[in-house]
């Protein structure tokens, strides 16, 4: 996950803008990989994005990005957002519904200059999976396919950040682990550096090294998701009982004739609910932090159908709860109470055995 | 014989049309996106001729543009002619009265694209013209369209603005309801019945076509 990796300075912001009911005020550093700006809704998300890709215009502030000043009310520079060269997927996605897939992806790479086109649009169709859909209508998209086809229209501006607003809101259980998916490789293979904007924590962490805590329009922590949720005092913007682990399984058994499914994550057979979906297809799996139990030795004589093997990579130690991070070969985050960490004296190294109920492990079809 | 009023009426009112099309999209854009205080006033403004009877409409055309006007007297220098009492002061007229029928029209169509569409064109490096053209013109051209067709119906009814500045000349400014008008106060009731239907069916198609585009295939009902 990349957790407390080195994060270069790529730009800056600090900015103020006064809405009517709330006060945007928020001065941060944007680092290379992946930035998740998380907080409720009404937190001052959307409009911080709105202000660095120009769309809005902040009372007073700057804005730097790759040593160019995009704004700075001293110095009265405002760069319009069409030069701005930052790919922003806005919320809905937001095809333009007159032109065919593959005149939407077109659309921004045709109006950058040759010299600067890193990314082509073929590239990016293979990377998001577009290749069956290029010829269709927006309204013949799924709203996954939709969400994608945004992306690669963002993206094929060759731009110095990508930022995501709400990647996944409105999409079906499935479709998320495949943007998740997709994201990641955008990641590894494009090296773009990103924005997420999110209220699901569970989004924020697979992705995330760096992560931006507002609310109420002002920063209230800043740095890996360690160090936010060890910082404590929280409790109002983070639920940790919404925290999830979701990743890309394949199908193993759907479990029509056995009565119980496997899915594989990487190596691991994990055992889960029946659920509808062809044998070796992909699935998206979900269990919560809050599911997973934490067992020192390896357990016997146990109803639940699953015992992974780890080593805890981290500890995140909040108010509420601690959270730690194991891994089994992907990394799994289990949360558990304070009280168990000081009494099973976990600590970073030592090996633990999770243990999941086949039924606390959500499946759906990745489609 | 009715050959020479029908294609003089629609010279006027296609004329009219297409001298309002640039003035009352480019208005009607910027009364939907540049919110501006005096948005209003403007809004007023264009709309009077609606509410006024277009007679008032002729009056001051017939004063703006008399020989004796700037204007008119303009017209006489470059052309060595007169606008008043022409097809042309007629096409005036038509199209000042249509305009703020158009440009109402448009603005619905142009309120009714989604501004983050245009948004996200502009992020991906579309300039303020090119965001028009590719991406509101594409999505509003319905509304456009209607507007455009509004205007020329309206421009082909035309009456009291026109008799007033172009009055009732055989063959050079006897528009269709002009023709209908003389023959009323002539007394020729058949001839009169004739250019009623005539105005009738023309009325009936371009309501038609109008009806048919608003309820043409639309881009965002078909989503859901």
Redesign the interface.
């Known amino acids: 996950m990349g957790r407390d990796s080195q994060n270069n300075v790529i730009g800056g912001f600090s900015l103020e803008k006064q809405y009517k009911s709330f006060k945007l005020s928020i001065e941060a550093d944007l680092k290379s990989g992946v930035t998740a700006i998380f907080g409720n809704s009404g937190s001052g998300k959307t409009s911080l994005l709105n202000c660095i890709?120009?769309?809005m215009s902040p009372d007073r502030g700057y804005i730097r990005l790759n040593g160019e000043e995009l704004f700075n009310s001293k110095s009265k520079i405002n760069v319009?957002?069409?030069?701005?060269?930052?790919?922003?997927v806005?919320q809905?996605s937001?095809i333009?519904?007159?032109l065919s897939v593959i005149d939407n992806i077109n659309?921004?790479y045709k109006?950058?200059p040759r010299e600067n086109r890193k990314i082509e649009p073929d590239d990016l169709i293979q990377i998001m999976g577009l290749t069956e859909v290029l010829d269709r209508r927006?309204?013949e998209l799924s709203g996954g396919e939709a969400r994608r086809v945004a992306i690669a229209?963002?993206l094929a501006?060759s731009p110095n950040i990508l930022m995501l607003d709400e990647p996944m809101q409105g999409l079906d259980f499935g479709v998320r682990g495949s943007i998740i998916r997709y994201l990641t490789r955008i990641q590894n293979e494009l090296n773009m550096h990103m924005i997420l904007v999110s209220h699901s924590i569970s989004e924020v962490l697979v992705l995330a090294q760096n992560i931006i805590l507002l609310n109420k329009g002002e920063k209230v922590a800043e740095g890996s998701m360690r160090e936010i949720l060890s910082s404590g005092g929280l409790t109002s913007v983070i639920d940790l009982s919404q925290l999830e682990n979701v990743f890309e399984s394949i199908v193993k058994d759907n479990g029509q004739t056995s009565g119980l499914g496997i899915v594989m994550l990487n190596d691991l057979e994990i055992e889960v609910p029946v659920f509808h979906a062809k044998i070796g297809s992909k699935a998206t799996a979900s269990i919560r932090a809050s599911d997973i139990i934490i067992a020192k030795y390896p357990p016997e004589g146990l109803s639940a159908r699953n015992v992974l093997k780890g080593i805890i990579t981290d500890i995140a130690d909040s108010v509420q709860s601690a959270v730690i991070y194991v891994d089994v070969g992907t990394i799994l985050i289990a949360e558990i109470t304070r009280r168990s960490l000081r009494e099973l004296d976990l600590k970073i190294g030592s090996e633990v055995h999770l243990i999941i109920k086949a039924n606390s492990v959500g499946v759906a079809e990745l489609n | 014989m009715y050959l020479e009023i029908i294609l003089l009426s629609f010279q006027v009112s296609i004329v009219a049309t297409l001298m309002n099309i640039i003035p009352a999209v480019g208005l009607g854009w910027l009364l939907v996106k540049r919110k501006t205080p005096i948005n209003f006033l403007v809004d007023l403004i264009v709309s009077l001729p609606l509410a006024l009877p277009p007679v008032i409409v002729g009056f001051f055309l017939l004063t703006a543009l008399s020989n004796s006007s700037p204007l008119g007297q303009l017209s006489q220098s470059i052309f060595g002619k007169d606008i008043v009492f022409t097809w042309f002061a007629a096409a005036i007229a038509s199209a000042v009265v249509s305009f703020p029928l158009m440009v109402r029209s448009i603005m619905v169509g142009i309120a009714d694209v989604d501004v983050r569409l245009e948004q996200s064109a502009k992020i991906l490096g579309a300039g303020a013209w090119r965001v028009f053209f590719t991406i509101t013109v594409p999505l509003a051209y319905k509304g456009m369209l209607a507007g455009l067709l509004i205007g020329f119906v309206r421009a082909f009814s035309e009456f009291g603005a026109t008799i007033v500045v172009a009055g009732s000349i055989s063959g050079r400014t006897e528009t269709l309801p002009v023709a209908i008008y003389g023959r009323i106060l002539t007394g020729k009731d058949n001839e009169v019945f004739e250019l009623i239907g005539i105005s009738i069916l023309f009325a009936v198609i371009t309501l038609l076509i109008h009806n048919w585009l608003m309820n043409k295939y639309s881009y965002r009902d078909d989503r859901e």
């Not at chain 1, 319009?80 to 922003?88: A, H, L, V």
């Open positions: 890709s120009g769309l319009k957002p069409e030069n701005r060269r930052i790919g922003y806005l809905d937001l333009f519904p007159h659309y921004g109006l950058v927006p309204t229209r963002a501006i």
